[in-house]
C-alpha cells in the first residue's frame, strides 16, 4: 500500500490521461498512458469503476482507430489483460460494451505485431479465443506473412478465423502504404506525469514530395511539419541540397532548372524532431525532380523499404540518434515492411538490435542494408528501382510540355503533327494482348492500339475459336529490353494445327527461335502412338520459381491420339527444361494458384484421363513438374518415372453421366478466386444432344486445401437432367444430397493408390 498513489497525484493523473486520448497524441502513446494509469489503479477496487467507465467510450475509439505499429505487442496485450481483469472482478464493468470492444481491438492489434514477426503461436495466444489451442503449424518454413495464412487455412469458421482474417487484411492495405520513415515518439510535456519508465515509442511516418512548378535562384521546398528540437528549423536544406548536387553530376540539362514544393508528412499536427528523415527527403526529392522535368529515366524507393538517416549537402548519409536506433529496429520488426536502409556507420549496431529480437522471434524478416553516401541508394537495386520509359512516350510528354513555347515558331505545323503521331500513335510498344482474329494474330498494347499484324492463316483461326481455347500466345521480358518479347502457336504447313512455337520481340523482321512441338512419348501397351507430333492448347509466361526470370510454359495435346505435354521451356532458345506426360489432353489451360501459401506457387491444369475415363486435376510444383501422371492398364507410361505431384484429383460421374455420357467427361475450365482463397472446377458430365446449348457443367468449388466447398450445376445441366426426367431416363433430376455426395466421392492420389480425402505432398525440403 505504501506504493499506492495519492487521491490527489491519482485524479491528476487521470486528468491528464483524458487529455492524452482527446489530444493531439499519438494513439500509440495514448495506450501507453492508459496502461500506466491502470498499473496505478487497483483494477479490482471498486474506484476502479468508475475510471473505467468513463474511460471506456475514448479508450475504444483509441484502440479501433490504433495503428499498432511502433507499439510493443506485449504491452498491447498486457492492457488488454489488464481490463479483462477489471471487467471479470466488477459486475458493473463487465456488462460495459465499449470495455470488451477495446480489449478485442487491443487484442487483434497485438495479434497483428507478433504476425509481422511470424510468430503464430503468440498471435493465438494473445486472441483468446476458442479454437486457438488446436492450431498448429511449426517450425514451418516461409515469410511470416505465409505462416499467418497457414494458421487461416487451419482455422474453422467463427471468431478465430475472423480475426486473422482481419489481420491479413490489414497487411495487405498496407503492406504498399507508400515510402515510410522510421520515428521516435516522444510523449508532450503537458502529458507527461512523471510515471513513465519509457518516453521512446517507436512509429512510422509516411511521407511524399510534391512539387508545384519553376523556381528562381534555389530549390524553395518547405516540410508541412515543425521541426523539434533543433537548432536549425530546416528540415530539408540538407538533403534537397544533396539530392539537387546529384541530380546535376548526372543530368547535365537539369542544372539550374530548380523547383518549388514541400514535403508533405502524414500526421502534420505532430512535429517531427531530428534528422532522420533526411535520406527519405534526398530520395523522394530526386524522384519527383526526374518526373517533373519529364526525363526518360525514373527512380522510386521500394514499396518493402524503410528509409532511416541524415543527409549532408555533399550526400553522406549521417547517423541517427544511439538512443533511437534500436527503437527504430524494433518498430520496422514488427511491421509490415521486410528491408530497412540505415547510415552505413550504424549498421552493425542495428544488426545486434535486430539479431536478439530475432532470438526470441526466430521467423521474423528484416534484411538490414547500410548505406554510406546518397548515390549508392541509388545504386542498391534492394532500396531502389529504376526504369526508363520508352522513347517515344518520353518524346510526347516533353513536346506536349512545351506546346505553348513551340506553337509560336515557324515549324508549328510540323511540331503538332509530330506531337499527334506521338500522342495518339502506339507509344507503348510493350504487348498486353493476343487476338487470333480473320487470318492474323493482332498483338495489342494496354490502350487497345495494335502493335503487329502476325498473318497465322484462317484455318488456324477458326480452329482456335471453335475449341474455344486459350489464345496461345504469351509475353515475357527475355532480353532485358523495354518490352516484352511475343510467344505464339504457329502452323509449320497447311494444315491447321500449331505444331510450332515461336519467340520474337514485337515489331522485329527476325524470329528470337522456332520450336516444331515434336516429341517423343512412350506407351509400350499403346505402339500406334508413334507420331511425335504435338499441337499447342496454351501458354503462359512468368518466373514461377522466383528466381528472378521468367519461365516459358506450354500446354501441347497430341494429334490424334491421347497424351498430352506440360512443358517447361527456356524463354531465351525454346529449349525444354522439364515435361509432363499425362495420359489424356488436357484442356482447361494454365492457371497458377498459390494453393500452399507458399513460394512458389502452383500449377493447375485439368483434363480427361484416358486410363481412368474420368476428369482429373493435377497440381504440380513449377520446380519439380517432371514425371508422369497416374496411368495403369494399357496407358501405362514407359520408363518415365511418376511426377511429384502436389495433388491429383479424379472426379466422379453424376447420374446424368451415367444414364446420357459424353464420351469424353472432362476438366474444361479451371477460375482461381484468389479473394476466398478457392478454386473452381468446371467438368463437362453427361451429353447434351444440341451442341449449341453447351456443355452440361459441374461447378465444384475447392478450397486451397482441395476439399470441396460447394458443387453446383449450370443450367445446360439442370434443363437437360429435367428433360431426361420427364422421359423417365433419370429417375429424378439430381439434387442437393446428389450434390453432396458428389463432393464426397472424388478421389485423390496418394502417390500409390486413392483416398476420399485431400493428400497434398508437402514441398521439398532444400
Known amino acids: 500500500m505504501a506504493n499506492s498513489p495519492l487521491p490527489f497525484d491519482l485524479e491528476t493523473r487521470y486528468r491528464r490521461l483524458l487529455d492524452a486520448l482527446t489530444g493531439p497524441v499519438s494513439g500509440r502513446w495514448a495506450l501507453r498512458h492508459v496502461d500506466g494509469f491502470l498499473a496505478q489503479l487497483g483494477l479490482e477496487t471498486p474506484k476502479a469503476e468508475s475510471y473505467l467507465l468513463s474511460l471506456a467510450e475514448p479508450l475504444a475509439e483509441q484502440a479501433a482507430e490504433l495503428d499498432p505499429v511502433g507499439a510493443l505487442p506485449e504491452r498491447l496485450t498486457g492492457l488488454a489483460d489488464r481490463l479483462r481483469t477489471a471487467r471479470n472482478a466488477r459486475p458493473v464493468l463487465q456488462k460495459c460494451e465499449a470495455l470488451r470492444q477495446a480489449e478485442q481491438h487491443l487484442r487483434r492489434r497485438a495479434g497483428l505485431l507478433y504476425g509481422y514477426a511470424g510468430a503464430i503461436t503468440r498471435v493465438l495466444k494473445c486472441l483468446h479465443l476458442p479454437g486457438a489451442s488446436g492450431i498448429k503449424i511449426g517450425d514451418t518454413a516461409g515469410t511470416p506473412q505465409a505462416r499467418l495464412r497457414k494458421a487461416l ?116 499536427e505532430l512535429s517531427h524532431g531530428g534528422r532522420s528523415a533526411g535520406l527519405a527527403i534526398s530520395a523522394l526529392f530526386y524522384g519527383a525532380v526526374l518526373r517533373h522535368a519529364r526525363c526518360r529515366v525514373r527512380v522510386h524507393v521500394r514499396p518493402e ?58 521467423h521474423g524478416q528484416l534484411d538490414l542494408v547500410g548505406v554510406e553516401r546518397l548515390d ?30 513551340v506553337a509560336a515558331g515557324a515549324l508549328v505545323l510540323g511540331l503538332l503533327v509530330v506531337i499527334g503521331a506521338l500522342l495518339y500513335g502506339p507509344f507503348d510498344r510493350d504487348p498486353a494482348l493476343a487476338l ?97 507430333n504435338f499441337g499447342i492448347a496454351d501458354l503462359a509466361a512468368e518466373d514461377l520459381n522466383r528466381d528472378g526470370r521468367p519461365e516459358l510454359y506450354a500446354l501441347a495435346n497430341h494429334r490424334p491420339y491421347f497424351p498430352s505435354l506440360l512443358l517447361q521451356l527456356h524463354p531465351t532458345d525454346g529449349t525444354v527444361h522439364q515435361r509432363y506426360l499425362h495420359p489424356g489432353h488436357l484442356r482447361s489451360g494454365i492457371e497458377v494458384v498459390d494453393v500452399d501459401d507458399g513460394p512458389p506457387p502452383e500449377l493447375i491444369v485439368g483434363g480427361h484421363s484416358n486410363a481412368f475415363n474420368d476428369p482429373v486435376l493435377a497440381v504440380l510444383r513449377p520446380t519439380d513438374l517432371g514425371g508422369h501422371a497416374p496411368t495403369h492398364g494399357e496407358y501405362v507410361a514407359g520408363s518415365l518415372e511418376p511426377a511429384p505431384h502436389v495433388a491429383y484429383l479424379r472426379f466422379p460421374s453424376t447420374a446424368l453421366q451415367k444414364q446420357w455420357p ?62 431426361l426426367a420427364q422421359r423417365g431416363v433419370l429417375e429424378a433430376v439430381p439434387g442437393l444430397e446428389d450434390l453432396r455426395e458428389y463432393g464426397e466421392e472424388i478421389q485423390y492420389w496418394t502417390g500409390s493408390g486413392w483416398s476420399s480425402g485431400p493428400t497434398l505432398v508437402p514441398a521439398p525440403e532444400n
Open 436 to 532: 487470333f482474329q480473320g487470318s492474323t494474330l493482332l498483338v495489342e498494347n494496354k490502350s487497345g492500339r495494335t502493335l503487329e499484324e502476325i498473318e497465322v492463316g484462317r484455318g488456324l483461326v477458326r480452329r482456335v475459336e471453335e475449341e474455344k481455347a486459350e489464345s496461345p500466345a504469351a509475353f515475357a521480358d527475355v532480353v532485358g529490353s523495354e518490352a516484352r518479347e511475343l510467344f505464339w502457336g504457329a502452323s509449320s504447313g497447311e494444315e491447321a494445327r500449331m505444331d510450332v512455337l515461336r519467340a520474337k520481340a514485337v515489331g522485329a523482321d527476325t524470329l528470337l527461335w522456332e520450336r516444331p512441338l515434336r516429341f517423343d512419348v512412350d506407351f509400350p501397351n499403346n505402339p500406334e502412338v508413334s507420331s511425335p
Open 662 to 723: 459424353t464420351r469424353y467427361p472432362m476438366v474444361f475450365q479451371i477460375r482461381p478466386a484468389p479473394v476466398i482463397e478457392a478454386v473452381e472446377i468446371v467438368t463437362q458430365d453427361g451429353r447434351s444432344p444440341d451442341e449449341s446449348a453447351g456443355r452440361p457443367r459441374v461447378i465444384t468449388t475447392l478450397g486451397y486445401d482441395l476439399r470441396p466447398r460447394s458443387v453446383g450445376t449450370g443450367g445446360t445441366y439442370d434443363r437437360l437432367a429435367d428433360s
Open 305 to 362: 523499404v524503410l528509409l532511416t538517416g541524415g543527409v549532408a549537402a555533399d550526400g553522406t548519409v549521417r547517423p541517427v540518434s544511439e538512443g533511437g536506433l534500436p527503437v527504430k529496429v524494433r518498430t520496422a520488426f514488427f511491421s509490415p515492411k521486410a528491408r530497412l536502409a540505415v547510415p552505413d556507420a550504424q549498421l552493425d549496431a542495428a544488426q545486434l538490435t535486430r539479431d536478439a529480437l530475432l532470438e526470441e522471434f526466430s
Open 153 to 268: 487455412k487451419c482455422a474453422e469458421k467463427g471468431p478465430l478465423r475472423a480475426e486473422i482474417e482481419w489481420m491479413l487484411d490489414r497487411w495487405d492495405r498496407t503492406v504498399d502504404g507508400g515510402t515510410c520513415v522510421l520515428v521516435v515518439e516522444r510523449l508532450p510535456s503537458w502529458a507527461r506525469t512523471g510515471h513513465e519508465d519509457d518516453l521512446h515509442v517507436g512509429a512510422l511516418r509516411q511521407l511524399t514530395v510534391q512539387l508545384y512548378g519553376p523556381a528562381e535562384a534555389e530549390d524553395q521546398i518547405r516540410a508541412d511539419v515543425a521541426n523539434q528540437g533543433a537548432e536549425d528549423p530546416s528540415l530539408t536544406d540538407g538533403p534537397v541540397a544533396a539530392a539537387r548536387r546529384l541530380l546535376a553530376d548526372r543530368f547535365a540539362r537539369l542544372k539550374d532548372q530548380y523547383v518549388k514544393g514541400r514535403v508533405a508528412f502524414n500526421r502534420a
Open 376 to 405: 549508392g541508394l541509388f545504386y542498391d537495386r534492394r532500396l531502389t528501382e529504376q526504369r526508363r520509359i520508352g522513347w517515344g512516350r518520353h518524346a510526347s510528354r516533353r513536346l506536349w510540355g512545351r506546346r505553348k513555347e
